[in-house]
């Protein structure tokens, strides 16, 4: 008997890119460090999702400091 084939299926915020955006602009909390300091910009997370869809895990790969790391992730 042959098996199916194993099919990953790529995760994906419902809703859609537009959506994930509204939903990351309504929950963005500034830690007061950055605020402080006036800094701003990106942090760049590696996020590693399990089979069942929920976050195992996140590596700050890009970091900007005074909390924003620790929010983001």
Known sequence: MKK???VI?????????????????GNLIYPKGALKHKKEGVVVLRIDINHKGIVAGSKVKMSLGYGCDEEAQ
């Open 9 to 25: 299926v790529r995760p994906h915020y419902p809703g859609g890119p537009k959506a994930l955006s509204k939903f990351i602009k």
């Open 4 to 6: 199916p084939p194993r």
